[in-house]
């Protein structure tokens, strides 16, 4: 079940995302239903094992969506048990200045100061040259997302972070499947958060995950996502530190209840059974998904390296194996007709089409009005991403006949213009 399988060029529209998914994944909300438990219950640890498997990671917290993984990925390091490198307020954490939103604002929200870098057309991923030189004594952190699946240079992020002693959080909600040498991406920072929203390579509705290897991590993720609470018992669980009434901590009597204890100023972005059954049934697909993305990516790609003086495309470096979220185009500014005259004419024509997000986020009203902000250099590359970049869907319910319609639209486009 994806999208209506009858197609009529021109009259369906093609929609830049959306969900496959089939019997099983109706099948398991219902049992989830069934079992009357709803908050978070026996698919959400189905579906925590099979993300760890999946993903070779020894953590993994479920969240209800991409935003709240990046909330508490960035509020996990902020706990005293890390000592001098607990975050601070007044601390600077490096980021891209082309984006979405919420892979910035947990930083902003806690108080720390972001430093937004300039990116590379190449892969539309932060110029890792200019990163190095936006680093100082003040920078604790690099926070920020593969853009549209495409891996950043994690060998350069990596070489920094352990020369700086600097945290590492990965976006990958828009890059689940994506490698970097050839090894997941999400599996080199200390963190990585995923989003299950429809429009990511596998879905809950909404949902979202972080994991880690480090069990410090891994608890202090656990506490800020459950309310602030020092007890890291499952939902429905009690005493299973086995000293419920046991503890001492802070200025508490002996013995007060251990459920009841906070160590953190928390959330509550836990998500729901429902959510994690439908994630059971999706995770096993996602081998398919990913195959389907890859192919769709590179037919497009073909079609439009045609076209050299009109478009320019992304250039890996050999290293980047992504698991596109889209495919993105660049139309030149020598071309015969704008950004925005293209994506208006595939619209019309019932093509879905995106802008890479916020494009240069440091000119909406939200960031062009933050005080507390550091820029780095010139941001003209962000600007081009602005105007000039769009992209296609490339989902598993694209199928040959909508990219055979979707290539022969752009060509009557360009010949029209021409
Ligand atoms: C890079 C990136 N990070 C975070 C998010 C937020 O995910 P969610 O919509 O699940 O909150 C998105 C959303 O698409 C995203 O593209």
Redesign the pocket.
């Known amino acids: 079940m994806t999208q209506s399988s009858t197609f009529e060029p021109g009259k369906t529209y093609i929609p830049v995302s959306g969900k496959v998914y089939d019997q099983e994944e109706v099948n398991n909300a219902i049992e989830a239903a069934k079992d009357a438990w709803w908050t978070e219950g026996r698919f959400t640890k189905e579906f925590e094992r099979k993300f760890r498997n999946f993903m070779g990671r020894r953590y993994v917290s479920l969240v209800n969506?991409?935003?709240?993984a990046?909330l508490i990925a960035l509020y996990s390091l902020t706990s005293s048990v890390f000592g001098k490198r607990a975050l601070q307020k007044g601390d600077e954490f490096i980021t891209a200045a082309v984006?979405?939103p919420?892979?910035v604002n947990p930083g902003i929200q806690f108080g720390l100061t972001p430093v937004f870098v300039d990116i590379d057309l190449k892969t539309l991923n932060m110029d890792v040259d200019q990163m190095e030189k936006a680093i100082t004594p003040k920078t604790k952190l690099i926070m920020m997302?593969h853009t549209l699946g495409i891996p950043f240079d994690l060998e350069k992020v990596q070489y920094l972070a352990k020369k700086h002693e600097l945290w590492v959080i990965e976006?990958s909600?828009?890059a689940l499947g994506s490698r970097y040498n050839g090894k997941l991406v999400g599996t080199f920072g200390d963190i990585a958060?995923y989003?299950?929203?429809p429009?990511?390579q596998m879905t809950m509705g909404?949902?979202?995950a972080i994991i880690t290897d480090n069990p410090l991590i891994h608890r202090s993720i656990r506490q800020f996502r459950d309310w602030g609470r020092d007890c890291w018992c499952d939902t429905g669980k009690d005493n299973t530190c086995g000293k419920r009434f046991g503890w001492q901590l802070g200025d508490l009597p002996f013995g007060y209840d251990h459920k009841y204890v906070y160590s953190q100023i928390g959330f509550n972005v836990k998500l729901t059974d429902f959510q994690a059954a439908i994630g059971v049934a999706q995770i096993d697909k996602v081998p398919g998904f990913i195959e389907a993305r890859k192919e769709n990516y590179k037919k497009l790609h073909s079609f439009f390296s045609k076209f050299p003086e009109l478009f320019q495309l992304i250039e890996l470096s050999g290293k980047e194996d992504p698991c596109w979220f889209g495919c993105p185009v660049i139309v030149k500014e020598s071309a015969p007709f704008t950004r925005n005259e293209l994506t208006q004419y595939l619209e019309n024509n019932n093509i879905g089409t995106r802008n890479v997000?916020a494009g240069n986020l440091l000119r909406h009203p939200a960031y062009l009005n933050l005080k507390n902000k550091r820029v780095f250099g010139k941001i003209t590359e962000a600007d081009i991403v602005m105007n000039q970049v769009f992209w296609l869907g490339v989902w598993p319910g694209i199928d040959d006949e909508r990219i055979v319609y979707m290539t022969e639209s752009i060509s009557k486009f360009i010949k029209d213009k021409s």
């Open positions: 969506s991409g935003s709240s990046n984006g979405f919420t892979t997302a976006d909600c828009d958060t989003s299950f929203y429009a990511h909404e949902g979202g997000f």
